[in-house]
């Protein structure tokens, strides 16, 4: 913080343990506000709530609620106009849907695809589409992806607001799923990737599920951890490999054959994000060193 009395440029604020997922809130009447996902190597694990005072250039917990196992993902409703409940959505053995009030979180509905069994397949991923806020996709171990259809209600009395079903569920790789995200293509709703163990990254429609389309086989089907859509192009989407140093960009257009392969890291890279105000930048973690690559797709 400057001496000179201006805002400040970096804010602090640490978790009493480990975090393990995190997503910013959209909601244009809830500014800096983040949840913030434990990881406790136990059943009992922690969601918080975290806001920033802007009086005091602070960042502060408001509430937090237990969750069974750590999160895998964590993520607000993408409602940037405010136009539905407060929710949020977490993974793991199951994906939650919760109610956010300012002093406290309640759980909304429990959503399992496997009501016949007495076992979960764990949850390693979602995603919730930006153009309709009521449907969500899980990919779990048991090789499917699953896209929930979820309905909002009024409040009656103590009644949970929001319900769910099972709108599609796919056998999606022939190995475990490790991530799902949906395309701003074709309008955004229906069109959505996954990635998985056997080391692919294919593409659904949910128009047209008999058939899906393979954009890309890793060389040693090394398996695919995550994958990552253009915010301004969606022909373009990034992967990575489990253990690998390397960034694939993926051209939809041209199926498996990669655009770019961004190899500056030294070390296994864990996280990739591409830039929300344009087509051509792309951030990429890696274990030792966080950098910036700016690689031109165009």
């Not at 257009?253 to 190899?263: D, E, G, K, Q």
Request: hydrophobic fraction near 35%; charge should be negative; proline fraction near 5%.
């Amino acid at each position: 913080m400057s001496l000179h009395g201006k805002r400040k440029e970096i804010y602090k604020y640490e978790a009493p343990w480990t975090v393990y997922a995190m997503n910013w809130a959209v909601r244009p009447d809830k500014r800096f506000r983040l949840a913030l996902g434990s990881f406790v190597e136990e059943y009992n694990n922690k969601v918080q709530i975290v806001g920033l005072e802007e009086e005091s250039s602070e960042f502060v917990c408001r509430n937090t609620f237990d969750h069974p196992y750590p999160t895998t993902k964590i993520m607000w409703i993408p409602d940037t106009k405010g136009a539905y409940p407060d929710l949020l959505a977490t993974s793991g053995d199951y994906l939650r849907i919760w109610r956010v009030c300012d002093t406290e979180t309640r759980l909304e509905c429990l959503l399992n695809n496997n009501k016949n069994s007495d076992f979960c397949a764990p949850l390693t991923s979602f995603d919730w589409n930006e153009v309709d806020p009521n449907l969500l996709g899980t990919s779990s171990i048991d090789t499917t992806c699953t896209v929930w259809g979820l309905e909002t209600g009024q409040a009656l009395g103590r009644v949970n607001l929001v319900s769910g079903h099972v709108r599609t569920q796919l056998i999606a790789h022939d190995k475990e799923v490790y991530d799902i995200s949906f395309s701003r293509a074709g309008g955004g709703r229906d069109m959505f990737a996954s990635v998985g163990a056997d080391g692919s990254v294919r593409m659904f429609d949910l128009r047209h599920l008999e058939h899906s389309t393979i954009i890309y086989e890793d060389r040693q089907h090394h398996p695919l951890l995550r994958l990552c859509w253009n915010k301004q192009d969606p022909n373009y989407l990034a992967t990575m490999a489990m253990d690998n140093m390397e960034v694939v960009i993926l051209d939809v257009r041209v199926p498996c054959t990669p655009v770019a392969r961004l190899n500056n890291h030294r070390a296994c890279v864990n996280g990739i994000a591409w830039a929300p105000h344009s087509s051509c930048h792309i951030c990429t973690a890696g274990v030792s060193v966080n950098s910036l690559h700016y690689p031109s797709i165009h």
